[in-house]
């Protein structure tokens, strides 16, 4: 099955600081790449829906100036969680959907946050 | 609006026994896929299967078919000779058919399995 990476697999930042993950999609070209928060022992929460080349589609209650995403190639698509605040620790999990492939969505393996 | 519900928080096989986890959605789209995810303590999401809401055949992948009843609006999934390894969070998702968005998920609250030796 075609390959979804996500760096890094864990971070610890100060309060305020910045941080970015990456989502790539290894052997196949991803149109569209969506990114999920989750909170421990609950389910999967779609944050934004990442389309090559346009600005992000973000889901209601989720602050765009907070989170923000940027999907630059058909292989790469970043969040970057600003001024991060403890709230915002929590598992971070990005998917990718292969262009031909509409039924399928390929996740990474997740991104741990804490915020100290 | 879309709706899933996955009624199980948490269940119990015995290993070799086969287990069925529950899902029923809601929508009012003709068009739509379902899928089932499995996630281990490690947190990875793995597919498992899909069926689409104009396959007349349930879906079946190895040892994991799924029990589509379009009228009762349930795709349960069914596991077949449950193995320790078995054990973990599942997931029901939905794909809405019309979805302008990339064809986004909406999830179930999952439900874990625990297989016993």
């Known amino acids: 099955g075609a390959v979804v990476s996500q760096h890094p697999s864990r971070v610890i930042c100060k309060s305020g600081t910045s941080v970015k993950i990456e989502c790539r999609s290894l052997d196949f070209q991803a149109t569209t790449m969506f990114w999920y928060r989750q909170f421990p022992k609950k389910s999967l929460m779609l944050m934004a829906t990442s389309n090559e080349g346009s600005k992000a589609t973000y889901e209601q209650g989720v602050e765009k100036d907070k989170f923000l995403i940027n999907h630059a190639s058909l292989t790469l698509s970043t969040l970057t969680v600003t001024s991060a605040h403890p709230e915002d620790s929590s598992f971070y999990i990005c998917?990718?959907?292969?262009?031909?492939?509409?039924?399928?969505?390929?996740f990474g393996p997740g991104t741990r946050l804490l915020v100290l | 609006a879309q709706k899933i519900t996955q009624t199980q928080p948490g269940m119990f096989v015995q290993e070799k026994e086969a287990v069925t986890l529950d899902c029923t959605y809601d929508?009012?789209?003709?068009?739509?896929?379902l899928f089932w995810y499995k996630q281990p303590s490690s947190g990875e999401m793995i597919f498992l299967i899909y069926?689409?809401?104009?396959?007349?055949q349930n879906a079946t992948e190895g040892r994991y078919s799924l029990n589509f009843q379009k009228a009762r609006k349930s795709a349960n999934l069914v596991i077949s000779a449950s193995q320790l390894g078995d054990s973990a969070m599942y997931f029901c998702a939905m794909r809405d058919g019309n979805n302008n968005a990339g064809n986004m998920l909406t999830f179930g609250g999952g439900t874990r399995l625990m297989v016993k030796p």
């Open positions: 998917s990718a959907r292969e262009g031909t492939r509409r039924e399928t969505q390929y």
């Open positions: 069926q689409g809401s104009y396959d007349e």
């Open positions: 929508t009012s789209d003709q068009s739509y896929g």
